[in-house]
């Protein structure tokens, strides 16, 4: 007995360390494990618009590498803008080879579908961890046919070319400005907006990108922005819009992170 837990305990601990080690080694270090699918056709169409609010994605410098996120990725449009590096993992069928990665931008929300186990169809059900990538982004990763694969994942910075966009939106008794292609963190959580005649007040956010500027006499003003994300970092935009500013218009600033 003395002899025999002195031989197997050691060799338990080896053992732990060894499957301990291989765990590592299946997911790199500051990778999560996670799951894709995809959503419209080739050319991304059916990817526009979207939860994030930010319409247009060629328009708004996304290009076509974007995907919806599941709930508690999305955090009720909290993580709209942020960018992730995915990687198909260890699935021999259907990922294709040579540890390709792919980077996207959240646009959308993957709803739930209470209907369905998680496991059949409810892939973005909480708490899973799911990406509904454009298909554009999906077929880099893998085999079209597979449908969903295993994938890791990791927040990256976000690169942008040109400043923060300011488009103007809603009508003259709701005053909203989506705010897009900002890089860095990526995820605008708050916003800070100045009239030419009123003072600092917070924005608040009205879904995904789009923020209500509460003080409807900002309506005739221009306006600069304070833009902070999630990582703490802000960037002021001071008259990023002009005084004549009218809805539907688009305001590149020289302001980026
Ligand atoms: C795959 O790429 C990652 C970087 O994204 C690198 O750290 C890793 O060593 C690569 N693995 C192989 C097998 O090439
Ligand atoms: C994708 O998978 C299908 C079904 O297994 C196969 O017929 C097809 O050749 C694969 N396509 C590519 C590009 O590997
Ligand atoms: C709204 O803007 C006006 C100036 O146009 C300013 O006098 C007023 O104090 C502002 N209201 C708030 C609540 O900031």
Not at 18 to 40: D, F, M, S
Not at 49 to 60: I, L, S, T, W
Request: proline letters at 5%; glycine letters at 10%.
């Amino acid at each position: 007995m003395e002899m025999a837990s002195c031989v197997l305990l050691p060799l338990f601990f080896l053992s732990l360390a060894v499957a301990q080690e291989r765990e590592k080694q299946a997911i790199p270090e500051g990778w999560t494990l996670a799951h894709a699918t995809y959503y419209g056709g080739s050319d991304a169409s059916g990817t526009m618009g979207g939860a994030c609010g930010y319409g247009n994605m060629y328009h708004e410098g996304f290009g076509v590498e974007t995907t919806a996120l599941s709930t508690v990725l999305f955090q009720n449009g909290a993580s709209c803008g942020a960018c992730y590096e995915l990687k198909c993992h260890q699935d021999p069928k259907w990922c294709r080879p040579g540890n390709l990665s792919i980077t996207v931008t959240a646009t959308n929300f993957c709803p739930p579908n209470p209907a369905r186990k998680s496991y059949r169809g409810g892939w973005c059900n909480y708490p899973q961890q799911h990406f509904d990538l454009s298909m554009p982004a999906f077929v880099h990763l893998a085999n079209r046919t597979a449908g969903i694969i295993p994938v890791i994942y990791t927040r990256v910075e976000c690169k942008r070319q040109g400043g923060i966009r300011f488009t103007m939106r809603g009508n003259k008794w709701f005053i909203l400005v989506m705010i897009s292609n900002v890089g860095g963190a990526g995820d605008v959580r708050s916003v800070v907006v100045k009239g030419s005649r009123s003072p600092w007040t917070p924005a608040t956010r009205a879904w995904g990108q789009n923020w209500h500027i509460s003080n409807r006499s900002m309506l005739e003003q221009g306006l600069s922005f304070v833009v902070s994300t999630s990582d703490g970092e802000s960037r002021i935009a001071l008259d990023a819009v002009p005084q004549n500013w009218k809805f539907g218009q688009t305001f590149t600033t020289a302001a980026q992170f």
